[in-house]
């Protein structure tokens, strides 16, 4: 697998679960894409004022979004892994006997692009529909979005094209001890990486309101 993490050299990708503590920064993410990265990930040109939309009214008691913060605590990439009954599924022919099936939408930044990020948060996101009982997930996208073509042609999903939209279907094997102790280890090392971010992001600002600190 493509990643940080080649040949031994370099940081790994460290996928966090996102909170309401992280919705502002959310919103800074997705306004910082670039306006052709914004079609891909949203299938429209939104602007702002919706974008803004989108994330005030994600349910994270419902929903599961992930985050990669970088070094200096500002994320990089953000997966929204949305729940819905069965019947409202467009996955009409991928039966399940489950309750739910997941959606699963992903933006990376274009600075960060090519080393495996987005495919490390789909495995990350696949793993968490395993464990909590769903065995359909499916994305829904654009045809011309190539990094999600990548993504879903590398997991074995089935993809269905119609009218320059694509719909990609993946079918879960149900959880073992391993995939669950997979995910509470990898949140585990992710929130220490967060934790450590966030400490010393807060430690150089107070330092430099320190008085006769010399600003850059």
């Known amino acids: 697998m493509e990643s940080w993490k080649r040949r031994g050299f370099g940081p790994a990708v460290l996928v966090k679960e996102l909170h309401e503590r992280d919705r502002r920064r959310m919103l800074k993410h997705f ?42 605590f500002k994320l990089i990439a953000v997966g929204h892994l949305a729940f819905a009954p069965k019947e409202k599924s467009p996955a009409k022919h991928a039966a399940t006997t489950k309750e739910r099936v ?37 994305m829904h996208c654009l045809s011309s979005n190539q990094t999600m073509m990548h993504i879903a042609k590398k997991a074995g999903m089935e993809i269905q094209r119609d009218y320059g939209e694509a719909d990609a279907y993946l079918k879960l094997l149900p959880p073992n001890p391993a995939s669950v102790l997979q995910e509470a280890v990898e949140e ?29």
Not at 51 to 58: A, C, D, L, T, W
Not at 189 to 212: C, H, S
């Open 102 to 138: 997941a959606e699963f939408g992903v933006s990376v930044l274009r600075s960060t692009r090519g080393m495996g990020v987005g495919t490390k948060m789909f495995e990350r996101a696949a793993i968490h529909c395993r464990n909590n009982d769903v065995d359909t997930m499916y």
């Open 31 to 72: 306004l910082a894409l670039e306006k052709s990265d914004r079609l891909l990930r949203f299938g429209t040109q939104l602007p702002d004022e919706l974008v803004e939309s989108y994330v005030n009214k994600i349910d994270f008691s419902r929903d599961v979004v992930y985050g990669v913060y970088n070094r200096v």
């Open 188 to 216: 585990q090392f992710a929130m220490l990486d967060y934790t450590f971010k966030a400490n010393t992001r807060a430690a150089v600002k107070w330092l430099d309101r320190l008085p006769g600190r010399k600003q850059d």
